[in-house]
């Protein structure tokens, strides 16, 4: 069976590495600082995380920040609470975009 998404393995990653070694290096330590513990706690950024990268699907990023919250002490139903804030906001963002059609069908009256 094909996927859209080749399985992350260490052969692309290293590929990765070595195609952009000092960019690669500065996204690690960039991410590392990002998901310390901070104002907010390494846990709660990563519930952050994992509802972002369910806003921009990224299958990667659903799996690794879901692992990741889940070694912070994550429960499946403080995940599950993460995911339908991020499902609100997406749709919340298309009922507001709703004004833009309902805008442009008022300017286009006869």
């Known amino acids: 069976m094909t996927t859209l998404y080749p399985k992350p ?3 692309l990653a290293e590929l990765r590495r070595s ?3 000092g960019t690669e ?9 990002v998901f310390s513990e901070g104002t907010l706690s390494s846990k709660t950024k990563q519930l952050i995380a994992v509802a972002v990268a369910h806003v921009t699907q990224c ?3 659903i799996t690794g920040h ?6 912070a002490g994550a429960t ?8 339908w804030v991020a499902v609100e906001m997406r749709a919340g963002a298309a009922f507001a975009h ?11 009256k006869t």
Request: aromatic fraction near 6%.
């Open 9 to 11: 393995t260490r052969e």
């Open 19 to 21: 195609l952009g070694p």
């Open 25 to 33: 290096a500065a996204f690690q330590a960039f991410s590392e600082s």
């Open 59 to 61: 299958p990667y990023c």
């Open 66 to 71: 879901t692992k990741a919250a889940q070694r």
């Open 76 to 83: 499946a139903q403080e995940l599950m609470e993460a995911v």
């Open 98 to 108: 709703s004004t833009l059609m309902l805008d442009t069908l008022d300017q286009t």
